[in-house]
DNA sequence: CGGTACGTTGAGTCATATCAACCATAGTGG
DNA sequence: CCACTATGGTTGATATGACTCAACGTACCG
C-alpha cells in the first residue's frame, strides 16, 4: 500500500528527523540497520517488554510515547524514564546481556522499530563515533540518575513534584496556552516523584491556590516557572 | 628508589591484578597509558576533585578507598557510590565535557593514575572491546542507579539500612570474624541510605537487639545475612 | 445504565526528621 | 600532664510530613 511505503521510517532520514544516536551512522550502516529492522506500531497501553524478561533487541521510538518504570516490592511503579521519539529503549539490558530490569508501556500511540541485540556491539566495533556518542548517551543518563537519587534522598515531596513539572516542561515543553505538552494520571506523576497519588493531588492544587498552576482535568497549565524553581531548589 | 620502582603500577600488569577496564587494551595501548598517566598517592580526607569544577582528567585506583558523593541544597552528602583498585571514576564528567557533577574524597590512603581526558575517546576509537566493555561498566551502573532510585522512593529507612548493610558485605567483604571489611561513621551510612544520622544508629542498635549484627565502635559484625535479607525484601 | 478507572477530600497514624543535651575519644598546645 | 577542642556517637523528647484508609465524586464507555 501507498499509505503503508510513505509511513514506513528509513533509517537514513528518519535518524535525522528525530534525532536519534543512529544519526552517526555511515550510508552502509544505515542501510543496514533499515535492513534488519522491523517496524512495528503499538496502542496505548501496550507493554512492550516486562521486567525479568529476556528481550532479544532493542527498540527507537519513531513516535508516540512510552513510560520506562521499575515496579517495587509492593507492586508500585516507579517510572525511571519517558521515551519519545529518537529515543532508544531497552538498549542497556541489551548490552549487559541481562534480563530487562525495566518494564516499558505505551502511554500514547506507537510507531517504533525493533533491532536485534547483535546489532549494536556490531556498531560500536565498526563505528567510533557512533560509540562515543553511545556512551556520552549513556553517561548523561547516568547523571541524571545520580542527581534523581540525591533529590529523593533529600528533598521533600513538594520540592520534588514542583522539580518534576519543571522537568517535563523541560522535557516536553509547553502548548502556545501553557498548557504541558504531556498528559498524565495523577498516579503516574505520583509515580515520577515517588510519592502517594493522594500528596500529589493535594500539593498540586496547593500549587494551582498558590497561583504557581492551573488544573484542568489531566491538563496542568504552567502560570509560574519562576515560583516553581524557587520552591524546588529552596524552601523547608 | 628501588621502592618507588616496585611500587609503580604498570599498567600492562596491574590492569588485570585489579581487574581493571583496562586488562581489554593491547600491549601496545598499555605502554601509552602507561607513558601518559600520572602516579599519585594521597591521604585520607584529601579531596581529588570537586563538584562543579572543571577537570582534565580521570582517575583508575590502584589502592585504597574513595567515596564519590553529590551535596544535595542541604550541604547534605549524598554518597553515589565507592571507588576501589580497579575502579575510574570522574570518567562521565571526562566524558560529556562538563563539569564535575560529584565530589571524590578518600577515605582509605590512595595510589591512584590520573589519565588525561582525551585518552579515553581515542580508546574507544582504536580498541573496539574496550569500547563495549566501557559501555557494559556504564550500563551496570546505570542499572544499579535506576534500581537505587526505586529503592528510595518505595522502600523505608530500615528496608534501605538493611539493604545496604548487605551490600556492603557483598562489595567489600566480610573478615574471618564476620566484620564487614569498610569502616564507615554513621554519618556516613546515612550518606548513603538517604537519611538522619540518628536514623542510623537507632536502627543499627535495632538490628542488634534482634540479634542481625553485633557493633564495636565503627566495626560491624554481620550475624544474620538472612535475616537482613528478610528485612530489605519485605517487611512493613 | 451499570461499570471501571480516575480524581478528590478528610481523618487518623506512624515513621522519620529535628532539636537538644550529653558522653567518649583523640589530638593539640601550653 | 592537663585543660581544650573537635569529631563522632548516643539517647530522649517533640514535631510533622507524608502515608494509609475510607468514602465519595466524576467521567467516559460499551
Same mark, same amino acid.
Given at each position: 500500500?501507498?499509505?503503508?511505503?510513505?509511513?514506513?521510517?528509513?533509517?537514513?532520514?528518519?535518524?535525522?528527523? &528525530? @534525532?536519534?544516536?543512529?544519526?552517526?551512522?555511515? $550510508?552502509?550502516?544505515? =542501510?543496514?540497520?533499515?535492513? !534488519?529492522?522491523? #517496524?512495528?506500531?503499538?496502542?496505548?497501553?501496550?507493554?512492550?517488554?516486562?521486567?525479568?524478561?529476556?528481550?532479544?533487541?532493542?527498540?527507537? &521510538? @519513531?513516535?508516540?510515547?512510552?513510560?520506562?518504570? $521499575?515496579?517495587?516490592? =509492593?507492586?508500585?511503579?516507579? !517510572?525511571?524514564? #519517558?521515551?519519545?521519539?529518537?529515543?532508544?529503549?531497552?538498549?542497556?539490558?541489551?548490552?549487559?546481556?541481562?534480563?530487562?530490569?525495566?518494564?516499558?508501556?505505551?502511554?500514547?500511540?506507537?510507531?517504533?522499530?525493533?533491532?536485534?541485540?547483535?546489532?549494536?556491539?556490531?556498531?560500536?566495533?565498526?563505528?567510533?563515533?557512533?560509540?562515543?556518542?553511545?556512551?556520552?548517551?549513556?553517561?548523561?543518563?547516568?547523571?541524571?540518575?545520580?542527581?534523581?537519587?540525591?533529590d529523593?534522598?533529600?528533598k521533600t515531596v513538594r520540592e520534588r513534584l514542583a522539580e518534576v513539572l519543571l522537568k517535563l516542561v523541560n522535557?516536553?515543553?509547553l502548548?502556545?496556552?501553557k498548557?504541558l505538552?504531556?498528559?498524565?494520571?495523577?498516579?503516574?506523576l505520583?509515580?515520577?516523584v515517588?510519592?502517594?497519588?493522594?500528596?500529589v493531588?493535594?500539593l498540586l492544587?496547593e500549587f494551582k491556590s498558590d497561583g504557581l498552576i492551573e488544573l484542568?482535568?489531566?491538563?496542568i497549565i504552567i502560570l509560574d516557572i519562576k515560583g516553581l524553581e524557587k520552591i524546588s531548589n529552596f524552601s523547608?
Amino acid at each position: 500500500m501507498v499509505q503503508n511505503q510513505e509511513s514506513f521510517p528509513f533509517c537514513e532520514n528518519c535518524a535525522f528527523q &528525530i @534525532n536519534a544516536i543512529f544519526r552517526h551512522l555511515s $550510508k552502509d550502516e544505515s =542501510d543496514r540497520l533499515n535492513f !534488519i529492522k522491523a #517496524f512495528r506500531t503499538f496502542k496505548k497501553g501496550t507493554i512492550l517488554y516486562k521486567e525479568g524478561s529476556r528481550i532479544s533487541g532493542f527498540y527507537c &521510538i @519513531n513516535k508516540g510515547l512510552i513510560k520506562v518504570y $521499575k515496579t517495587g516490592p =509492593d507492586g508500585k511503579e516507579q !517510572i525511571i524514564r #519517558f521515551a519519545k521519539p529518537g529515543d532508544i529503549i531497552a538498549y542497556r539490558s541489551v548490552l549487559s546481556n541481562e534480563p530487562a530490569c525495566t518494564t516499558a508501556k505505551v502511554l500514547e500511540d506507537c510507531r517504533v522499530c525493533f533491532l536485534p541485540s547483535d546489532i549494536l556491539p556490531q556498531l560500536i566495533s565498526s563505528n567510533s563515533v557512533f560509540a562515543l556518542e553511545l556512551v556520552k548517551l549513556i553517561c548523561q543518563e547516568l547523571g541524571e540518575a545520580n542527581s534523581y537519587i540525591t533529590d529523593i534522598a533529600q528533598k521533600t515531596v513538594r520540592e520534588r513534584l514542583a522539580e518534576v513539572l519543571l522537568k517535563l516542561v523541560n522535557d516536553f515543553g509547553l502548548t502556545e496556552n501553557k498548557t504541558l505538552r504531556i498528559s498524565l494520571t495523577r498516579e503516574e506523576l505520583a509515580n515520577i516523584v515517588g510519592t502517594a497519588t493522594e500528596s500529589v493531588i493535594r500539593l498540586l492544587s496547593e500549587f494551582k491556590s498558590d497561583g504557581l498552576i492551573e488544573l484542568s482535568g489531566r491538563k496542568i497549565i504552567i502560570l509560574d516557572i519562576k515560583g516553581l524553581e524557587k520552591i524546588s531548589n529552596f524552601s523547608h
